[in-house]
């Protein structure tokens, strides 16, 4: 095979790997192995070139609740630089806006922005989860978060489920700003009718935002004046 042509497939490849990492979250090598049926060999390979090139970077396992007897798996995660790689939508400019709104307005200018930046999308995802049965209702979230680019999934989680976020379009700006990430916590919490619980940020150096849904305890509507006090 040309050079050229086995340059191009260990490019390819290459960006499977990282695209499996942004997709499903901090990997081992061997759940990358497996995932994209390759050798484990074939995705170290791959994963010294990515981390040479500072794309991602190798970490021990996160483990909420008890740990188990053994040392932590070791597993990969993309950096700052990985993810602009996948065309991280806010920059320096976004941060400065903020800055700007927050010195003009104070904390209650940088909350009220944050709330209508979710407002539109809130309402655009109302009418999927109305039409879902309560048991779909954290999946159908997941995939419309999915199509607009956050790479969302869900698992099961003791008595509920989680909801995890692979990719953040806004971590820059919410790393200075938490009212972002308040703003959608509140809007999970409406849409689903529960009272849910943000676990970990991408925004906070976690690999990814996991939101905890309960199985049960439906919350009554919240009025504005409400959410806007569980905002300050």
């Not at 003009?104 to 999308?121: L, M, N, P």
């Amino acid at each position: 095979m040309p050079h050229g042509a086995a340059g191009a497939r260990d490019e390819s490849t290459r960006d499977r790997v990282a695209r499996s990492i942004l997709t499903n979250g901090p990997s081992s090598a061997a759940a990358l192995a497996e995932r994209l049926e390759l050798t484990p060999a074939a995705v170290r390979r791959h994963l010294d070139h990515l981390l040479d090139e500072g794309l991602v970077e190798s970490r021990e396992e996160r483990v909420y609740g008890p740990r188990g007897r053994g040392r932590p798996a070791k597993v990969f995660v993309l950096t700052d630089s990985g993810r602009h790689a996948f065309h991280q939508a806010y920059d320096d400019l976004a941060a400065t806006a903020m800055r700007f709104i927050a010195e003009a307005g104070g904390d209650d200018a940088v909350a009220e922005f944050a709330r209508r930046r979710v407002s539109e999308v809130e309402e655009r995802y109302r009418g999927l989860l109305a039409q879902a049965p309560e048991s779909r209702k954290a999946e159908v979230l997941a995939q419309a978060l999915t199509a607009d680019g956050y790479a969302a999934s869900t698992a099961e989680a003791g008595h509920g489920a989680q909801l995890c976020q692979h990719h953040c379009p806004v971590a820059h700006v919410a790393a200075q700003f938490p009212q972002l990430c308040e703003a959608e916590t509140e809007v999970f919490s409406r849409l689903l009718g529960k009272h849910v619980q943000r676990l970990a940020t991408i925004a906070h150096g976690d690999g990814v935002c996991t939101t905890h849904i309960p199985g049960t305890n439906p919350v009554p509507p919240v009025s504005d004046g409400e959410a806007a006090r569980t905002t300050r």
